[in-house]
């Protein structure tokens, strides 16, 4: 009796959780995003694949860079890309950096270094405006800010459609049918061939934006891959230790039974 | 007091120290050989776990707190920087985060178990009352922390929040006022939540204390609901109970460690990971999935109680609303004499233990309700408000008519004649 107790509550909940999950998509108004393998979703042993990072970063940098900010991302950072020191010393000397007030109250231009974070594109969040209409959001975190953040981003980049039959859109706005009411002052940021791979990577757009989402992700949670690692030690302490409490517990109890 | 019937300990550090501050003394009575019902079953795990989690809470809130910054301009980012800078900050996060919601999904367990099995009747009422506060309390200190973060969620869910104390007359506007620190939430806000959040898991552990001493008194309830009748029935607390919570315990973390490690933001809304903006309002704010239910019943009462067929007005909606939803708590503290049925557990209760259980799914229900837009339709058609109604209405029902009529009308089964007989009676 108990137990069927309990399996009616596991049951309840599990049912209506499953529920809820589909509801959730349906009350945002979100279209069905087509689901991608992400090597990093892996659910126990997740990782990045470092070459698309290089990839993906060279992406933003060379597109995105433009116009969206990713100031919780510091060149050092890039580490995790499999980047030597030297390397990141190099990659950061290519940035020009505004530092000061110098000694004599003067904000002044130097060269990247390792420690510096991302240069934004504006100035100031009105300017950001001014230039595009709305300001496009800082990307460091947009793969947790949305429900299904790498699928979204992979899809919003080739989510881009006429707009249907008599909706007039304005200067400036764009119709795609991944963004939540398909309006978008983001024009479509991708074209074939317009960033050059050093290696034989296909030069698509679907390419670009897989190894773009890739990046994101990892700017998102660069922790992610020892979380899972450490996860993964933990979970096997625990059963192990959860395991031997059990014996001892049977052992102990035998005499009352 | 203890000190005239203190047997002496061999180990003569251990002796001088009880010998003046017995505390060896009191851990050996309360917790050594403190004599417990032998018949438990798992549900009475909930209680060291819940303990277990407040302490978790308090010392990685601590940490937090020793790098987040309580200013609107800086708390986002002193967060985030918590999360990629300082080292192990991700995971001391992700266990608070969590551990929020670990919190509640053990104190959920821990209620509804003192519903299964009457635990709330005498001699426990103090017990349980004191346990409705620690929820209260609970609750007050995951929403203020819930805003520290300073998403998108924490600005727009305390604005809801702290509106509705507005519909409260005379005073409710003094109290907003108060709570926000001027015209909006916004900075003053921050801060002093900041300081509540810090200080009332302190005030919670001082009533888990209360509560503790309050369980020694009248000694723990069990899952067949009768008293014990004397040493045959009971085992010491150690090693028996001891063992047990160390295993409930781990499996409880074991789970929990599952989400801090592989999914930890399930639980959580992508909106939080967007800085606050006064200037743009989420599409869909909804509060943390632990207060749903009660949120369910807040926006259930949609139309104002007055002398029908006139303007007259006695509660808005708004009014409703709000003491429906702190009323569908605060009926907890006065459950002991809603249901004064003579028999504790439900297994000798068939007729209690079906409304108790459809209690249960409904309020899974209504947590259902409770995330959903407020024109949100079930399979399209059935427009969920009246859903919510309904499953409101049955939530009151439960306790205010149908738990004093059981009292007085359900025969219930025959008792074992004590805890001992029974178990000797289910392990031949
Ligand atoms: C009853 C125990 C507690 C509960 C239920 C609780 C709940 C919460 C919740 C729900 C959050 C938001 C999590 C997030 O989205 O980040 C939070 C954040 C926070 N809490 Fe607590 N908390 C408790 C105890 C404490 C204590 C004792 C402290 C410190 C003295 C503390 C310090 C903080 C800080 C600094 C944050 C903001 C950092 C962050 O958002 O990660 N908490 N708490």
Excluded at chain 1, 46 to 54: H, N, P
Excluded at chain 2, 5 to 27: A, G, I, K, Q, Y
Excluded at chain 2, 142 to 150: D, E, Q, R, S
Excluded at chain 2, 348 to 361: G, N, Q
Aim: aromatic residues 16%; contains cysteine.
């Amino acid at each position: 009796m108990r137990k069927s107790l309990l399996t009616l509550m596991v049951l309840a909940a599990s049912v209506s959780s499953a529920g809820l999950a589909q509801t959730a998509m349906a009350a945002t108004g979100e279209v069905h995003l087509e689901e991608q393998e992400w090597g990093f979703d892996d659910f126990f042993t997740g990782t990045y694949d470092r070459a698309a990072l290089q990839r993906g970063y060279k992406v933003y940098r060379e597109v995105c860079a433009a116009c969206h900010s990713m100031k919780r991302i510091a060149f050092r950072h890039l580490a995790d890309f499999g980047y030597s020191e030297a390397q990141i010393k190099n990659i950061a000397s290519e940035y020009s950096i505004e530092d000061g007030p110098n000694e004599d109250g003067d904000m002044f231009d130097r060269s990247g270094r390792p420690s510096d974070y991302f240069p934004s594109p504006y100035p100031n969040e009105n300017a950001a405006k001014a230039a595009n209409g709305v300001a496009p959001p800082d990307l460091s975190l947009i793969i947790k800010a949305r429900h299904d953040g790498a699928n979204y981003v992979y899809g919003l980049l080739a989510g881009y459609e006429e707009p249907p039959e008599g909706k007039e859109l304005a200067v400036g706005q764009y119709w795609n049918k991944v963004m939540p009411g398909h309006v978008i002052a983001m024009a479509a940021p991708l074209s074939d061939g317009m960033i050059a791979y050093e290696d034989e990577t296909p030069e698509t757009v679907d390419q670009y934006s897989r190894d773009i989402v890739e990046f994101l992700a990892w700017a998102a949670e660069p922790e992610m891959e020892r979380r899972k690692r450490w996860g993964i030690n933990v979970l096997i302490f625990l059963a192990a230790f959860a395991g031997l409490m059990y014996c001892v517990k049977k052992k102990i109890w035998k005499p009352v039974y | 007091m203890a000190n005239k019937e203190r047997t002496p300990f061999e180990n003569p550090v251990v002796e001088w120290v009880d010998s003046r501050l017995p505390v060896f003394t009191l851990m050996q009575k309360e917790y050594g050989v403190f004599p417990t019902p032998k018949n438990f079953n798992y549900f009475w795990n909930f209680g060291a776990i819940a303990m277990f989690m407040l302490i978790t809470m308090i010392v990685t809130g601590i940490v937090l707190a020793m790098h987040y910054t309580a200013n609107t301009e800086l708390a986002f980012d002193s967060v985030e920087r918590i999360m990629r800078e300082v080292n192990g900050g991700w995971l001391i996060r992700y266990i608070h985060m969590n551990g929020a919601s670990f919190f509640f999904i053990a104190v959920y367990i821990h209620i509804f178990r003192g519903m299964y099995y009457g635990s709330y009747k005498a001699p426990r009422e103090i017990l349980w009352m004191l346990g409705v506060l620690i929820f209260l309390l609970m609750m007050g200190t995951a929403f203020i922390g819930y805003v520290l973060p300073w998403g998108q969620m924490s600005l727009w869910g305390a604005t809801v929040i702290t509106n509705l104390f507005s519909a409260i007359p005379f005073v409710g506007d003094g109290i907003r006022t108060l709570l926000w620190g001027g015209f909006s939430v916004d900075n003053p806000t921050l801060t002093r939540f900041f300081a509540l959040h810090y200080l009332l898991p302190f005030v919670i552990f001082a009533v888990v204390f209360l509560h503790v001493w309050a369980l020694h008194v009248t000694g723990s309830n069990n899952p067949l609901g009768i008293d014990t009748k004397g040493p045959q029935d009971t085992l010491p607390f150690h090693p028996y109970y001891t063992i047990k919570d160390t295993f409930g315990l781990l499996v409880f973390v074991l789970i929990y460690a599952l989400f801090i490690f592989f999914m930890p933001n399930a639980l959580g809304h992508p909106d939080n990971y967007i800085p606050a903006n006064p200037m743009v309002t989420p599409a869909h704010i909804v509060p943390e999935w632990y207060f749903l239910p009660f949120y369910a019943m807040l926006r259930a009462i949609t139309f104002d109680i007055g002398i029908p067929f006139t303007d007259i007005v006695f509660i808005n909606a708004k009014l409703g609303g709000v003491i429906v939803m702190f009323g569908s708590i605060l009926l907890w503290f006065v459950l002991p004499w809603l249901d004064t049925h003579p028999i504790r557990s439900a297994r000798f209760r068939p007729l209690f233990k079906i409304f108790l259980l459809i209690l249960v799914a409904d309020f899974i229900f209504l947590g259902y309700v409770g995330m959903q837009t407020a024109d949100a339709k079930l399979f399209g058609v059935v427009p969920l408000i009246y859903l919510g109604q309904a499953a409101t209405a049955y939530y009151l029902a439960y306790f205010l008519v149908i738990l004093p009529w059981l009292s007085k009308n359900e025969k219930g089964r025959e008792l074992p004649a004590s805890i001992n007989e029974a178990v000797l009676a289910k392990n031949k």
